[in-house]
């Protein structure tokens, strides 16, 4: 399915280049989708993607989403054709966690708490 999604991302632009070349090399792209397009099914999605994350996290594994496929009209298109029944909700890109990483910068807890004051 990834080689699949990465060709539903080529349409010339640098970020659609970005995001294929991505989908090619993830180890496993997760797709949450709903029985139908309504408030409750985004509420069942969210919590489904919230365990998915934590449940990940435990297990060492890291996650990121890959939105194109959902929000860009003629992609989500070929995307409904080929999975073929329900609402896609979010496309995730899941794979382990390279301990050679170093941790994404994060705001001062100073400017944090000043910001929501």
């Not at 999605?45 to 990121?64: N, T, Y």
Request: charged share 20%; aromatic share 6%; net charge positive.
């Amino acid at each position: 399915m990834s080689r699949y999604v990465a060709q539903l991302f080529n349409r010339g632009e640098a970020v659609s280049a970005r995001y294929a070349e991505l989908a090619k090399v993830t180890p496993l792209l997760g797709l949450l989708r709903t029985e139908d397009d309504e408030p409750r099914f985004w509420l069942h999605a969210s919590q489904a993607l919230q365990r998915l994350l934590l449940v990940g996290c435990k297990e060492g594994l890291a996650a990121d989403y890959l939105n194109q496929p959902i929000q860009v009209a003629g992609v989500r298109d070929k995307l409904q054709q080929l999975i073929n029944q329900g609402t896609q909700q979010i496309l995730v890109r899941i794979g382990a966690v390279n301990p050679n990483m170093p941790a994404t910068p994060r705001r001062g807890l100073k400017r944090l708490i000043h910001w929501l004051t």
